[in-house]
């Protein structure tokens, strides 16, 4: 932290400067040269009258009440009184500090969004198949992920996955999933990799995931489930929808899992779709209803997720557009 010593003569400034006793003290002329991320306990008149956007304490005086006012609205992170200075000044700048580092973390959400974003993975083009995806986020960060990735000219493998949990914790192991890009070539060596490394690192999360292999040559899917919830969906114009429910455990809760797996045909125009439990969040009634109204609007293509949401949303889908 700096003192700024004051361009104004006060008369309460040996008391402010033997309470700052421990700090840096700078002239105002040095002020654009200091850190611009440590805090800086300034007199009320230059911070008013400078340009600088360091992270600032004022000290006004008894009356200046509007000049208070006016540093509040310049973004000032505290204000005291040169005749009432604390008598221990540190304990309420640790305070203030602390509070000041926490909105900044808030601040760098949107940034960080963004950067989430951009670890999704590209558009690919695959001939007679798209990959159409959904990416909602309940507030900045999302604990839903997805990826795909061409195993070799005959494979693409792709997953959707949900991190127990919301908030930045979880969505920081979306980040860790975007490393494993292209580092597994079946469903089953991608499951187990990822739940060898949570339990490695020792993890306090569990990840559910459901995780597949196209053969584009014989237009199958094998698919496996690992505890995910909404399971998989197959629609095939003209079938009742076939539903691939879980057969593991959740990623991160034993290393005894055991991996079960699912073969199906893709005919022309038909659709896998993997959700994440967001997805349900817009239907009413139980657990059973409101994935039957899900798998409903899938069907119909009138899925439409409301643009407040209190979960995240993502959807994966794949669909045989040709023979």
């Known amino acids: ?29 040095q002020v654009q040269q200091c850190d611009p991320n440590r805090i800086y306990i300034a007199d009320v ?10 992270p600032t304490v004022v000290i006004a005086r008894a009356e200046e009440g509007l000049e208070l006012s006016q540093a509040w609205q310049k973004g000032a992170l505290a204000g005291w009184i040169w005749e009432d200075l604390p008598a221990q000044p540190f304990d309420a700048l640790q305070l203030i500090e602390a509070q000041y580092k926490r909105n900044q973390d808030s601040r760098d959400l949107p ?37 795909y990735w061409r195993v070799d000219n005959e494979h693409i493998l792709f997953y959707l996955a949900d991190v127990s949990g919301h908030g930045v914790t979880s969505s920081l192991l979306t980040s860790w999933m975007a490393a494993f890009h292209k580092r597994a070539n079946s469903p089953q060596q991608l499951i187990q990799k990822l739940n060898d490394m949570l339990l490695k690192e020792n993890i306090e999360k569990h990840i559910t995931m459901v995780a597949g292999l196209l053969n584009l040559t014989t237009d199958t899917i094998t698919c496996c489930n690992a505890g995910h919830f909404p399971p998989a969906i197959h629609l095939i114009p003209g079938s009742e929808p076939r539903i691939l429910n879980a057969s593991s455990f959740p990623l991160g809760l034993t290393d005894e899992l055991t991996i079960d797996e699912v073969t199906l045909y893709m005919p022309p125009q038909s659709r896998l779709i993997l959700c994440s439990d967001g997805a349900l969040e817009p239907f009413k009634g139980g657990l059973n209803d409101q994935f039957q109204q899900l798998i409903d609007q899938l069907a119909q293509y009138q899925f ?5 949401v209190n979960d995240d949303i993502a959807i994966l889908s794949l669909t045989r557009v040709q023979n």
């Not at 932290?1 to 400034?13: A, I």
């Not at 008149?45 to 360091?54: K, R, V």
């Not at 007679?128 to 992920?145: I, R």
């Open 111 to 147: 940034t960080a969004a963004d950067l989430q974003r951009r670890l999704l993975p590209n558009p690919i083009q695959v001939n007679h198949y798209s990959f159409d995806t959904l990416f909602q986020p309940s507030a900045y960060l999302s604990g839903d992920w997805y990826d």
């Open 304 to 308: 439409t997720p409301p643009e407040q």
């Open 45 to 54: 008149n230059d911070f008013l009258n400078q340009d600088w956007n360091c």
């Open 1 to 29: 932290m700096y003192f700024v010593y004051p361009s104004r003569v006060l008369r309460q400034l040996d008391r402010a400067l033997a309470l700052f006793a421990e700090l840096e003290w700078i002239k105002l002329s």
